[in-house]
């Protein structure tokens, strides 16, 4: 059989090309990253939202649910408190706009780090608190800082340090919920005595 070499050699080139351009166009994907993940539990995601949603650098926060091991778990399947999910936020940032210890601390700042029961006036294992984290590097950032929040208190804190999971949107009537109904949105924080706790804990916002 004989063999046209010149054709070879092209169908190779052109394999070659094909992989090298695979590779480029899954790069991105991989490295050099735009943005970055953060998922935090601190009770009621509604307010949640709000503390990152006005940081510079932060792209967008969700309201969702993870940890537990349901799959596309709804609301009243979360809140009857069998799934194993806790209710938490995903934010999405530019870490060269702000980093994931930023956001570590505004994370402490809106939970009762002291609560195991839940937080405020959600109870349940639905509204723990918990960081997870996405990589190592994370990892060791929330587990620094939380002993850093418990040197501060003097107290243990409860907080718990967990590996990232499938994270579930919530519905879309739970998104933005303090921009969509700011009324009813201050008046739950209030009621549930979440700013009042926060300003024993950690003083008032400047």
């Not at 009813?184 to 916002?205: A, H, I, N």
Request: glycine share 8%.
């Amino acid at each position: 059989m004989r063999i046209n070499l010149s054709g070879f050699m092209a169908a190779l080139a052109g394999l070659v090309l094909g992989v090298a351009l695979a590779a480029s166009a899954a790069e991105p994907v991989t490295k050099g990253k735009a943005t970055a993940t953060a998922i935090f539990a601190g009770g009621c995601f509604w307010c949640m939202v709000h503390p990152f949603d006005e940081l510079p650098g932060v792209m967008s926060v969700t309201s969702g649910y993870t940890g537990g091991q349901k799959v596309n778990p709804t609301y009243e399947q979360v809140s009857a408190g069998d799934t194993g999910h806790v209710e938490a936020v995903q934010v999405i940032f530019d870490p060269k706009q702000i980093s994931y210890e930023k956001l570590l601390e505004v994370f402490w700042r809106n939970v009762d780090p002291l609560d195991k029961g839940g937080q405020f006036c959600d109870r349940g294992s639905t509204y723990t608190s918990a960081v997870f984290y996405q990589n190592d590097e994370q990892k060791k950032l929330a587990e620094q800082s939380k002993a850093a929040i418990e040197k501060k208190l003097g107290k243990q804190v409860v907080t718990t340090i967990r590996p990232a999971a499938t994270f579930y949107a919530a519905e879309d009537y739970h998104q933005d919920y303090y921009k969509k109904n700011p009324l009813r949105y201050k008046y739950y924080r209030y009621s549930c005595g979440r700013d009042q706790r926060l300003e024993e804990l950690w003083g008032k916002k400047s």
